[in-house]
């Protein structure tokens, strides 16, 4: 399992700085998750102000 960004992220960047291990980074338009990086802690999941981070 691991955690994605839908496409309604705002892009607001304030999930980046709630991952521990620096997998979230802006990418096209909106913030990514990096799966080979992701540790799946949830931690970013429950700060989005829209609700785009989902797990699989
Ligand atoms: S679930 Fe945890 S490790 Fe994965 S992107 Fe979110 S904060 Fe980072
Ligand atoms: S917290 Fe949500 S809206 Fe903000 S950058 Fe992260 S995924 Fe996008």
Redesign the pocket.
């Known amino acids: 399992m691991a955690y994605k ?1 839908n496409d ?9 700085s709630q991952c521990p291990v620096g997998a ?1 980074s802006m990418g096209d338009g ?2 990514e998750i990096d799966e080979s990086k992701c540790v799946s802690c949830g931690s ?1 999941a429950g ?4 609700g ?2 989902e797990s699989d």
């Open positions: 960004i309604t992220c705002i892009a607001c960047g304030s999930c980046e979230i909106k913030f970013c700060g989005c102000p829209v785009a981070i």
